[in-house]
């Protein structure tokens, strides 16, 4: 009885796996969509009833998809400790202490349960990629981190110099200058605070030049090494 549902709850290329793992993945859905309709301000008392209904549903089935997890583990504790594991008890969690305290928003984690979507067997070769990738690339995405926040520190710094006296109330400091730098070196340029020198726009035209390197950067890395994974899984193939 274990092993058949093992099979079910774990072996998501059987056919039962599949649609067990679509009812909770639909499940999940739902939940997060009866979560958001809680928050309309004009619910009628009739909605609110349904929507508390639900709630206890989802968090039964949750409690048992829990409990089921955990018996047909191999290294019980090794789940309850794992990443999947803790999402899975933060998705009852709030349930069972709302008399206590307050963390029905803790609930929009059950957002990371979908990821077990990806252990279906069309996903594993793209993950497989991924996972070669990441240790081709490992060592250069550390490089650029380590550059950007110098980069980031060196902004901070010179739009501080150069804007601090003309606009003291938001440069008052390196530190409240690194919001500008950030999103300057990002390019996202949310326009809430700006240089007004003309030492601070000259400065703000060469770290725009800079951060389109940094968003470009991490792309082509990636792009590479995808490509390079390609190539080992092929050899692995040969």
Same mark, same amino acid.
């Given at each position: ?43 009628? /008392? !009739?909605?609110? %009833?349904? +929507?508390?209904? @639900?709630?206890?549903?989802?968090? $039964? ?5 829990? #409990? ?52 279906? /067997? !069309?996903?594993? %070769?793209? +993950?497989?990629? @991924?996972?070669?990738?990441?240790? $081709? ?5 550390? #490089? ?56 601070? %726009?000259?400065?703000?035209? @060469? ?32």
């Amino acid at each position: 009885m274990k092993k058949k549902i093992r099979r079910i709850v774990e072996d998501n290329t059987s056919k039962r796996g599949k649609i067990f793992d679509y009812f909770i993945q639909t499940l999940i859905i739902l939940s997060l969509i009866s979560f958001s309709i809680e928050t309309l301000p004009n619910n009628s /008392i !009739r909605t609110i %009833k349904l +929507l508390n209904v @639900f709630e206890t549903i989802c968090v $039964i089935i949750f409690s048992l998809e829990y #409990l089921l997890r955990i018996y047909v583990s191999k290294k019980p504790l090794k789940y309850i400790f794992s990443f999947y594991g803790f999402i899975d008890l933060i998705a009852v969690l709030p349930f069972y202490l709302q008399g206590a305290l307050d963390l029905r928003a803790i609930r929009v984690f059950r957002i990371f349960r979908i990821f077990r979507s990806l252990k279906l /067997i !069309r996903y594993n %070769k793209a +993950l497989h990629r @991924f996972h070669i990738a990441a240790g $081709i690339v490992k060592e250069e995405v550390a #490089l650029f981190l380590i550059v950007t926040c110098i980069f980031i520190f060196f902004a901070s710094a010179g739009i501080y110099y150069f804007e601090n006296e003309a606009q003291p109330e938001v440069f008052s400091s390196i530190f409240h200058s690194a919001w500008w730098a950030i999103v300057t070196l990002t390019t996202v340029g949310y326009g809430d605070v700006y240089p007004i020198t003309v030492g601070g %726009k000259i400065f703000t035209f @060469f770290i725009l030049l800079i951060g389109v390197g940094i968003v470009t950067i991490p792309a082509g890395l990636v792009a590479t090494a995808l490509s390079k994974a390609r190539e080992i899984e092929d050899k692995q193939k040969e």
